[in-house]
């Protein structure tokens, strides 16, 4: 069935330091795949997306990379900061227009 | 510009009362699809709306029922409330039915005891 997966369900970092969370899909037909970070008591917010045509995709201090052949999805987010505290979900766009989440992994940063 | 608003934001129900909840999309967004989120885990799909015609439905009992409005705002309705319908109910808005631009909205927290 469909479903998207993360390996780790928490991750603790130093301030600083580079995070890397990932996640497993087993939807090959997924057109794109997109990370949120969702803080406490509020929605997903939008970090980066990829389209299921590229391997890899840099914004602002975060890159995702897409390894499509072990239908591998991580985020690395470089010089991790105390905002950057949050639970991250990984999440496919399926062609029926939803998205699946995974469980998601909090990340927490160390001062 | 004003962001996806959901209202209201917190919500306590009795076991069996029925529960509406409303969305509010980004303006110039057309669709709207609502996700049920369960303390620790991630966001399920309940329903997409496009124009207002019904464009997708997740795995949820036909208790759980949308509609979009011509204004493009959605009702997500839930009859027969049971305890396990207690989670974070998430509106997200787009422009259309793929291509992405999802962005949610901080949600409604819905209680039932």
């Known amino acids: 069935g469909e479903s998207v997966g993360l390996h780790l369900p928490t991750l603790s970092v130093q301030e600083g330091d580079n995070s890397i969370i990932n996640c497993a899909y087993s939807n090959s037909a997924s057109d794109y795949f997109i990370w949120y970070k969702q803080e406490s008591g509020k929605g997903p917010q939008f970090i980066i997306d990829i389209r299921s045509n590229m391997d890899k995709r840099q914004g602002q201090r975060v890159t995702v990379l897409l390894n499509k052949t072990v239908k591998h999805l991580s985020l690395q987010i470089a010089a991790t900061q105390p905002g950057d505290s949050a639970v991250y979900f990984c999440?496919?766009?399926?062609?029926?227009?939803?998205?699946?989440f995974g469980q998601g992994t909090e990340l927490s940063v160390k001062p | 510009d004003a962001g996806v608003t959901q209202s209201p934001t917190h919500l306590i129900k009795t076991r069996g009362q029925h529960v509406t909840l409303r969305c509010s999309p980004i303006s110039g967004h057309k669709s709207v699809s609502w996700y049920q989120q369960v303390l620790g885990q991630g966001p399920q799909f309940i329903f997409q709306y496009y124009e207002k015609e019904e464009r997708g439905r997740g795995n949820f009992p036909d208790r759980f029922s949308a509609r979009q409005f011509p204004n493009y705002s959605s009702e997500l309705n839930v009859n027969a409330l049971l305890l396990g319908d207690s989670a974070l109910y998430l509106c997200?808005?787009?422009w259309g039915t793929g291509g992405g631009g999802y962005t949610f909205g901080s949600g409604t927290r819905l209680t039932v005891v």
């Open positions: 999440a496919e766009h399926n062609q029926g227009g939803k998205l699946i």
């Open positions: 997200a808005s787009s």
